[in-house]
C-alpha cells in the first residue's frame, strides 16, 4: 500500500522539510514539503534514495581487528558493541577520570542527546566540528551582539540588499535561504558579493568584489568608514542602542576606500558607489556576518566589522533585515521537553573559558583537545566518541591528528557511512540512514516558530539503530538511565509533548506544528537588553576581549603574500556533495566524482599548464595529489582553489577511494594555526605548489 | 512541439542540478545517462561581472521529430493526444538511429539494457495531473510546465512588469 510520510531530510545539517511516499518499505518520490519549500529538494536530497540501496556503507556494527587503520573488522551484535564499548568507557572512567572522555559531533538541532550522555557519566568534554566552521563568527557576534550566530536571524525575501563575503549560498544550499534570497533578486534587490573567485553566487550579483585572499577585513573596514564619511548610517538606531561608536570613528579614520582598493586590489569608486547604494536602500540592509569563515588569521575581526556594520544599518528586528528569533514562549505556548544534563562543573581539557577566557565554554574547540592529549595536560583525554563529525575531514592534517589520537585508549565512529576517523577508530556504531530512523521532537524558532520531527519512512535496511537508542542504550550500560526517560520514540516524542498540549497527530497535517500564524517581531522601540552584551546594546569594545588582553578593534595587518612559488590554498563547496560525506554515494559519485584545481590563467600559463591538463599539488608536510586543471582569468592569482572532501581513504568505498585531491591534507601545520580571539581554525592560510604532472 | 513546454528562467537558475538528479531517480538512469541536464557556459564577463550561465536541455518533443522517423522499429514513438516523444521499450532494438538522427544528441544510450531511453515529461506523472519530477523540485523554481503559448504570454507579461518597474524607479 502506498503511504505518504512528512519527515526531514538528512543528507546535510540544513535538514529540509520533506514528504517521501513509499510503497513495500521503498521510498518511491520525495519531494520538499509543499508548506516551506513548494516541493524544492536538492540534488543532494534526491540522492537520499541512493543512500539507502548503498551497500558500500557500515550495515552492522563494527569493532576493529587489526591495527588502526589497517580496515580488518568483525561485524558484531550491538549487545556486543554497546558492552564493549560502555566497558571500555567504564575502564577508561576508572582509571583517568570520566573528564577524559570527549563526545564530539557536528552540532545542530537533536545535539542535547549526545551532550546529555556525556554529561551524564560526568565529563565536561562535548565538542564539535564547529571550530572550522562558524565559531569566528559565533564569537564574533557573542562580542558585538551578546548572542550566538543563531541568535540573530535574516529576512531575505523583504531586503533591498544582500552584501555576502564568501558566502556562496547558491552552491552551499540552505534551501529555504536559497529561496528567499533568489525572491529577493526577482522582486528587485541587490546583492553584493565579496570573494575571490566567480561562483554560482556572484553569477547572480548585481555587484562583486574581487579581492585578494586574507583582504576581506580589510573591505570591511572600508565600508563602515566610508558608511561612516557619508553619513550613510541611522543615526537614531546608533544613537540609541550602539554603544561605544566614537571610539569606532576614530579607529576608522585611516581605513579609507583608496586605501582599501591598493589593498584588495579593487576599485576605489566601486567601494564610494556601493556605500551610495546601501545608503538608498537601507534600512532594509543585511550584512552577512559570514558562515564558514574559518578561513584567515583576522576572519574574527572581518565578522566582527560586519556584525557592526549591521547595527549601522539600524536593520535589526524589521522586515528585510535582522530579527531576534522567536520560540514557543514569544507564541503564549509552553516549549517541549527536551534531555538535559547539566555540565559536571570540572575544568575543560581544552580550555575553554579558563586558560582562555575569550572562548565561551559551550562545545569548546577541538583543535585545542590536541594538547591535553599530547601532553596530559590540564589532564589526559583517552576517549572520543565523534557522532557523525569526521575530525580527519573536518580538521588539517590527518596525518598529524592520527599521532594525537595515538594516545586514546577508545575511538568510536557513530556514523550513517565510513568517516575518515571511523576507518582509523576501534569501534563503528552505524546510525541508520535519515529515511530509516525517527528523531526526537525540535523547535525551528523564526519569525514563525514551529514545531518540527523526523519519522521513520522505511525500515532500516541493514542491522543499525536510531542516535536516541544508541545513546539510551549506552546510558543504560553506564548507569545513568534517569537522563533518558524513554524506551521507544513514542514515548519520547509524548514525554517531550506533554507541557504543549500537542499530540503527534498534530504533525500529520503538514509535517510541523506552526506555533504562530504570522511573523512576531518585538517591538522597535524596547530592543534594549535583547542584546545581551553587558550595556544590553550593540557593544564596539568588548569587555571579555580587552578583558583577554586582546583588542576590540584590531588594527588591520596585511596578509602575506604566497612564498616564492606557491599558492594561497582555497577551498570551497559545490551544490551535488555535501562537505565529504556524500563522494561515495552512487547517484551523487556520477553528477561529480572528482575535484579539480582551479588556477589563474597567468600563473597556469608561466607553469606550462593548459586548462584541463593533470598538475601535481605538493604540500609542505610531504603530501602531494593529481588532479585536472581548471585555467580562468576568474581567480585571483595569488590563490588556487579546489573543492572540499575528495582524496578519500576508505577503501570499503570503492566508487570514491581515492579520486581527486583532499584539501584538508594539504593543510600542512595548519592545526596550529588558529585565531587567537575566534578560536577557529584558520583553514585558508597554507601554501602549495603546483606543476604540471609527468 | 508537443502540447506541454518546459520554460527554464535563467535568472532564477543557479546550476545546482537538481533537476538533473530527481530526473535521474525518478528514471533510474545509469551513469552517463541524463534525459535532461544543466548545461554550463562559462565563466565570462556580463554586465561587469564574472558569470556562469545555465541551460536546460531536455528534448524538444517536435513537431516532426526526426527520432520517430529514423527509428525502424516504431519504438520511438510521438502520442496522438498531446504530442510527447516517447520510447517503447519492448520495441526498441538498441540500434541507436535515433541518437544519430536527433540533432541535438538528446536520446540517452542505457548501456545496462542495451536500449535507448529518453525525456517522457514524466508521462505518468502528468497523466495524474502532476508536474514532471524536475519542474517538481526545482530548487528555485526556474522550472515551469506549461504550454507554448501560456510560455509566450507569461513572457511578455513579464517584459511587461519589469519595463514599468523600470520606469517606477526612474520616475
Ligand atoms: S539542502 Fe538539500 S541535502 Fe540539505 S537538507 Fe535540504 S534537501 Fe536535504
Ligand atoms: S533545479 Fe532548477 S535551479 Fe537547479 S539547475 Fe535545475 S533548473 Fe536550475
Ligand atoms: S529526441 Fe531529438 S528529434 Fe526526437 S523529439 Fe526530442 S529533440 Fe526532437
Known sequence: MKKSIYSMCGMCTVRCHIRAEVEDNRVTWMEGNQHILGGALCARGAAGIALRDDTERPQGPLIREGARGEGKWRQVSWNEALDHVAGKLGEIKEKYGPQSIVVSSRGGPWQGLYKTFVHAIGSPNYTNHDNTCGRNTHHASLSVNGVARKGLQYDYKNARHLVLFGRNLFAALLLTETRAVMEMLQKGGRLTYVDVRVTETSSKATRFFHVRPGTDYALALAMVH?????????????????????????????????????????????????????????????????????????????????????????????????????????????????????????????????????????????????????????????????????????????????????????????????????????????????????????????LKPRLAVRRKVVEPRFDTKAAWDIFRQLAVRMGVEEYFPYETIEEFWNWQLEPTGYTMADFEEKGFIELADKPVFYDRGELEGRFKTPSGKIEVISQVLEEAGLPSLKPYQSPAPPPKGKFRLVYGRVAVHTHSHTQNNPLLHQMMDENNLWIHTDEAKKLGISDGDMVEVAAANGYSGRLRAFVTDFIHPEAVFTVHGFGRQVPRQTRTHERGVSDQRLMAGLLDVWDQAGGAISLCESFVTVRAAQ | MSTYYVSHDVSRCIGCRACEAHCKVKNDTPAGSNYCKIMTVGPRLSRGIPRFDFVYMACFHCEKPWCVDACPTGAMQRRDKDGIVFVNDDLCVGCKACITACPWGVPQWNGATGKVGKCDLCMDRIDQGLAPACVSKCVTDALTFTTAEQASESRRQQFAESLLSKQDQQG
Open chain 1, 226 to 446: 566610508q558608511v561612516i564619511r557619508e553619513n550613510a548610517y541611522d543615526a537614531e538606531f546608533v544613537d540609541k542602542y550602539v554603544k561605544d561608536f566614537s571610539a569606532l570613528c576614530t579607529f576608522i579614520e585611516p581605513y579609507t576606500p583608496a586605501w582599501a582598493a591598493g589593498e584588495c586590489g579593487i576599485d576605489e569608486d566601486s567601494i564610494i558607489n556601493f556605500v551610495r547604494e546601501i545608503n538608498e536602500d537601507r534600512p532594509r540592509v543585511i550584512f552577512h556576518p559570514g558562515w564558514n569563515l574559518s578561513r584567515y588569521n583576522d576572519s574574527f575581526y572581518a565578522s566582527r566589522m560586519l556584525h557592526i556594520l549591521n547595527g549601522l544599518m539600524g536593520n535589526v528586528e524589521m522586515e528585510g533585515g535582522l530579527f531576534f528569533p522567536k520560540g514557543p514562549g514569544d507564541c503564549g505556548v509552553k516549549s517541549i521537553r527536551t534531555v538535559d544534563c547539566r555540565k559536571p562543573d570540572i575544568e575543560r581539557a581544552d580550555g575553554c573559558g579558563t586558560t582562555y577566557p575569550q572562548f565561551e565554554k559551550g562545545p569548546g574547540l577541538a583543535h585545542l583537545l590536541f594538547p591535553a592529549m599530547k601532553t596530559g595536560k590540564p589532564y589526559p583525554v583517552k576517549a572520543w566518541m565523534a557522532m557523525r563529525h569526521d575530525p580527519f575531514t573536518c580538521m588539517p592534517d590527518p596525518q598529524q591528528q592520527k599521532e594525537y589520537f595515538d594516545n586514546c585508549d577508545l575511538l568510536v565512529s557513530i556514523d550513517t557511512h565510513y568517516s575518515e576517523f571511523g576507518w582509523y577508530s576501534d569501534v563503528i556504531l552505524p546510525e541508520s540512514m535519515f529515511l530509516e530512523r525517527d528523531n526526537h521532537i525540535i523547535v525551528q524558532k523564526g
